[in-house]
């Protein structure tokens, strides 16, 4: 029997294997996990490898679409579409970048203990208390001492889902093909929930069986997944702007699973319609974005959800982002954690490329680019003329990207990363022009834009203005105001009135299709384009 050899950082592991199945899916039934966005078809070209030794069929026709010159010429495969013969020895360039349970720091603490006034005038619980967000690249939860309304810890981490793809539609489509794939994602989230909570106990020296009551927000694909509604409904564009019950029949099990109380609720904090999650509501509860008209709120993400409100009515859509906020789309792309560059800057009166300058999360050699080290490194990039406004590389770095770092991991820009980022731009611009038209608000009106999601915590306004993430405002009237999600679900788990306010708010929401949007397709081209965003209504 043949025998692949991976090496993966530090360590070389050889596994036999039967001929005709890719490298992908033979160190996959091995455990070893590498970068992924697809289900193995190719189309996200993240599963990167260099053959080092032995051969394999040639290049596929995927393969040929992803892979640059260079990367082909240096012997770069995907690891999808590689299908060897005999002994072959590979190593993993795009090496997956799952992490384990991170503590929360204290900017992403969202509801901080000034805050609890909010709930002041309530009777505290008894008892502690899970506040989760499960979102589609990342889980987040907090442990709560409910009587004395006192956060305790707080975890985050990779989704383990990714390994079934990097978007929400792949993965439900996954479900929808397979009830093994769909047991599978409904488990992998509550693994890891268990694992984040029964860490959080182990530093405070307590039993998770304490823990009696626990609440879970979500986007709707992530929450229909875990309680393993019928997928088939998610993937039906008439029920995108429907409600959809995401209630599980077995919440015993989750009981016995995360090791809680016996007795203890848990509350999966239903979504609004299809593509519109219980995460912006308790977003909206949070920024007390209808406390006044004229404001807006961006949750960025995979799915990007976006809010309105104009004094009587919650205006509502979505926009299927991809990963690219996120990173894990990126070639180049880790979280935003120790390692990741998260700020690009220019440097003296120079207009070339290399006068571009970075800062690394903690310090150190950089691992690859967050979300608003994307963003920085983009607008510089306009800036300097190496990127046209239409996402082209010019002059010398013409075709083969930007090239960040050079010593292993190599970290370049390439085309297909910036195309990923303003195809997401734009459908964040067309939501945005959507609901100002259909609530009959000026954009010169607005009297502030809350900028959520993890994506947001190091994001520099000003160069978000200048390719057109964000609109042409004032920054004094933009908030970034990091997990609103989290920070909401946690105001749910201290508050019953607030879960009273939060369906009150379901009955003044409207949710719009963007699909069902007039020019919608020529709203979109007219985005993708490098520049400030213009949004009068004509």
């Known amino acids: 029997m043949p025998k692949l050899k991976v ?17 992908r899916d033979i160190i996959g039934a091995a455990g070893i996990s590498i970068r992924s966005g697809c289900l193995g078809n190719g189309a996200c070209g993240l599963c990167l490898i260099e053959i080092v030794a032995g051969r394999a069929e040639g290049l596929t026709q995927s393969e040929q679409l992803m892979l640059s010159q260079q990367q082909a010429a ?48 309530e009777p505290p619980q008894s008892g502690m208390g899970l506040a989760v967000d499960l979102g589609t690249t990342h ?33 439900l489509t996954a479900a929808g093909g397979s009830v093994d794939a769909a047991e599978s994602m409904a488990r992998m989230p509550l693994a890891a929930i268990s694992r984040a909570l029964f860490d959080m106990c182990a530093v405070e020296g307590i039993s998770p069986a304490h823990v009696n009551h626990v609440a879970i927000v979500g986007n709707t694909p992530m929450l229909s997944l875990l309680t393993r509604t019928d997928p088939g409904i998610m993937l039906d564009p008439r029920f995108w702007t429907e409600p959809v ?26 979504p609004f319609a299809g593509f519109v999650g219980s995460d912006l509501m ?22 990007a959800e976006i809010a309105l409100w104009d004094g009587m009515t919650l205006w509502v859509t979505s926009a299927a982002c991809g990963p690219a906020f996120e990173s894990s789309g990126i070639q180049c792309g880790v979280p935003a954690e120790p390692g990741a560059i998260y700020r690009f800057r220019r440097q003296g009166e120079g207009s070339g490329a290399t006068d571009i300058g970075y800062d690394v999360l903690g310090g150190g050699q950089a691992a690859g ?11 510089c990039l306009r ?34 990363d910036v195309d990923m980022f303003q195809r997401a731009k734009a459908a964040i611009a067309v939501g945005v022009r959507t ?104």
């Open 7 to 23: 090496f993966k950082d530090d360590s070389m592991h050889e596994i036999p294997f039967t001929r005709g199945n890719s490298v």
């Open 74 to 121: 240096g012997n770069m495969r995907l690891a999808c579409q590689t299908v060897p013969g005999n002994d072959i020895a590979v190593r993993i360039v795009n090496a997956d970048a799952r992490s384990h349970w991170h503590s929360l720091p204290a900017d992403r603490q969202p509801f901080a203990a000034g805050d609890a006034d909010a709930v002041a005038d």
């Open 139 to 171: 889980i987040s939860a907090t442990l709560w001492d409910l009587a004395g309304r006192r956060r305790l810890q707080g975890r985050f981490g990779l989704n383990p889902q990714h390994r079934f793809g990097a978007d929400v539609m792949t993965r």
């Open 245 to 270: 019950e995401c209630v599980s029949d077995e919440l015993e099990a989750w009981v016995t699973d995360l090791g809680i109380a016996s007795d203890a609720a848990i509350d999966v904090v239903e």
């Open 282 to 303: 308790a977003g909206v509860l949070n920024t007390g974005l209808t406390r006044r008209p004229n404001r807006l709120l961006i949750d960025f993400g995979t799915n």
């Open 369 to 379: 680019i967050c979300g608003s080290g994307l963003v920085d490194l983009i607008a």
């Open 383 to 416: 800036e300097s003329g190496e990127l046209s406004l239409t996402g082209s590389f010019t002059g010398a770095v013409n075709g083969s990207g930007y090239l960040v770092q050079d010593r292993r991991p190599a970290i370049r820009l390439t085309k297909g």
């Open 435 to 538: 609901l100002l038209a259909r609530a009959g608000i000026r954009p010169e009106t607005l009297e502030m834009i809350y900028v959520c999601g993890a994506f947001g915590r190091h994001l520099d306004k000003s160069n978000a203005q200048l390719i057109g993430l964000l609109p042409q405002l004032d920054p004094g009237r933009i908030e970034i105001c990091g997990n609103t999600a989290l920070a909401g679900c946690e105001e749910l788990l201290l508050s019953p009135s607030r879960r009273r306010e939060l369906a009150a708010l379901r009955g003044r929401a409207r949710i719009l299709n963007m699909a069902h949007t007039e020019d919608f397709e020529q709203l979109f081209f007219e985005n993708l384009f490098l520049q400030p965003l213009e949004l009068e209504l004509g």
